[in-house]
């Protein structure tokens, strides 16, 4: 419980979830009798339940480029220079748990300081992102294996975000009644950007997102009427005002300009992309229109539309990278 109070999870909802499942998790079986797995150790008829024998292979992901050499079956040594039959109990206890080198493993103790080292860099993890219905099983079981494993709190995982299931077109995605499309299909159809649009403007809650064609369609005619506007301001900026803002209008606007940095900022830093795309991108324009109906083509300050213009394309990046 302590873990999960210290584990940022975005969603006071997924909080809830991974609560209620310590209530009732002690029931688990911890072995089952068929599958692949790890034979356990007093009875070996009966296998190391999976969900609770592979929740820190990501702890390997940080080692695994000195191993593997570029091939993921072993069969080519990788930079450490190291063999598969090398990597013993004692090899991984002295690159995790910091335990003593092992003297007779083979491996200088260099090579293994090394990749303790890059462990030690590259955790613990920032975040994970699963799906909502492995809060129950497997992300509640990569919780628990962490803090059993690394009884130094500082190797728990810094944050989980859980999400739902995607639909489209409000509907179910299935390929026997033909409602599918694949990630290629989108970016064929919508572009990249189109797609990612479409993808942010979806949904972040535990709630299925729903991928609609029709926003993406629209996005991209937007997309395409805003590129089309920053290409003509460009070429008349000469014609514009310049300086800081002055007026009224040119100060409201530089107002909410500020304010979509930080709100926009504040959206990404917990993940939500839809109320990120609202208020960087919908908001942001809306403020623009604004604007230029209030002060009139030739009232506009030009030094502030190029920060708009600016702005907008910097706080969009994580979305719509290419248009950005």
Not at 80 to 98: G, H, S
Not at 121 to 134: A, C, E, M, Q
Not at 213 to 239: G, M, N, P, S
Not at 284 to 313: C, K, P, W
Request: glycine share 6%; proline share 4%; with cysteine.
């Amino acid at each position: 419980m302590k873990c999960i109070l210290r584990v940022w999870n975005y969603s006071p909802i997924t909080k809830n979830k991974f609560e209620i499942t310590l209530g009732w998790l002690t029931q688990w079986a911890c072995s089952r009798t068929y599958g692949l797995g790890t034979k356990l150790p007093w009875d070996e008829k009966y296998l190391i339940e999976s969900l609770s024998d592979s929740t820190i292979y990501m702890a390997f992901y940080a080692v695994c480029h000195l191993l593997q050499g570029g091939s993921i079956d072993g069969s080519v040594n990788g930079p450490a220079n190291i063999k598969p039959e090398q990597l013993t109990r004692p090899v991984w206890d002295y690159i995790f748990l910091k335990k003593d080198y092992p003297q007779d493993c083979g491996v200088p103790e260099e090579t293994l300081k090394k990749m303790r080292t890059e462990f030690e860099f590259w955790y613990p993890v920032d975040i994970r992102v699963s799906g909502k219905d492995l809060i129950t099983n497997h992300l509640t079981f990569f919780l628990y294996n962490h803090i059993a494993i690394w009884e130094d709190r500082k190797y728990a995982p810094k944050s989980i975000r859980a999400n739902g299931h995607i639909l489209l077109n409000g509907e179910k995605m299935s390929k026997s009644t033909g409602n599918f499309m694949t990630l290629t299909e989108a970016v064929d159809t919508f572009s990249a950007d189109g797609m990612r649009f479409a993808l942010a403007d979806a949904g972040d809650s535990l709630d299925d997102a729903n991928f609609a064609t029709k926003t993406a369609t629209a996005a991209l005619l937007r997309l395409y009427t805003q590129l089309k506007w920053v290409e003509e301001i460009l070429a008349t900026k000469d014609t514009l005002r310049s300086g800081a803002p002055s007026t009224f209008f040119d100060r409201v606007f530089e107002s909410q300009i500020n304010k979509a940095i930080n709100t926009t900022e504040h959206h990404y830093d917990r993940t939500n992309f839809r109320d990120a795309l609202c208020t960087g991108f919908y908001d942001l324009q809306a403020a623009r229109d604004v604007y230029r109906a209030s002060v009139g083509a030739d009232g506009m300050n030009g030094d502030l539309i190029m920060r708009f213009i600016e702005v907008q394309a910097l706080i969009m990046t994580p979305i719509i990278p290419h248009f950005s």
